[in-house]
């Protein structure tokens, strides 16, 4: 397996993997309309932004990618690994390429908004909550959370 820099050719398979992982993790816990706001999050518009202003990463395993990670100035975003990769340590390794990323350019913390299902792993990787993240309904959905370097 190898972590690498995704390119425009990869956003097929990208959004195969962020399709994959929300439906696989996220359909007990968010509501439907929230799942399908996920999903327009990444468009081959928006995606082609992402690779090409910021740094967006793919793990690929025999040419297949399984996972990716987008470090964004000092946020780390869209962290996703194919169902059949979860608990493999490739979400961890795609978190470590964006921290060092994000550190490497300069910043001295690192942020993000954790889902749900994520919470403990973010936990787990010395992260601290911030805030709770509610919908326009009230229910919260996502985590605020930051690692000081």
């Known amino acids: 397996m190898i972590i690498r820099k995704a390119r425009i050719d990869d956003i097929d398979s990208i959004q195969k993997v962020i399709r994959e992982s929300i439906l696989a993790t996220h359909k007990d816990l968010y509501p439907e309309d929230d799942i399908q706001e996920t999903f327009n999050n990444y468009t081959n518009e928006k995606l082609t932004k992402y690779i090409t202003n910021d740094d967006y990463f793919v793990v690929e395993d025999d040419g297949e990618i399984v996972g990716c990670v987008l470090a964004k100035e000092d946020k780390m975003r869209s962290?996703?690994?194919?169902?059949?990769?979860?608990?493999?340590?490739?979400?961890?390794?795609?978190?470590?390429?964006a921290e060092k990323c994000i550190k490497?350019?300069?910043?001295?913390?690192?942020?993000?908004?954790?889902?749900?299902v994520a919470h403990g792993f973010y936990k787990?990787?010395?992260?601290?909550?911030?805030?709770?993240?509610?919908?326009?309904d009230g229910i919260v959905l996502h985590i605020e959370m930051e690692k000081v370097f």
């Not at 996703?80 to 390429?97: D, F, H, N, T």
Request: glycine share 12%.
């Open 79 to 97: 962290l996703y690994v194919l169902p059949s990769q979860m608990g493999k340590g490739l979400g961890r390794e795609l978190a470590e390429v």
């Open 104 to 116: 490497d350019n300069g910043y001295k913390r690192i942020w993000l908004w954790s889902s749900l």
């Open 124 to 136: 787990h990787l010395g992260y601290k909550d911030l805030k709770e993240i509610p919908n326009e």
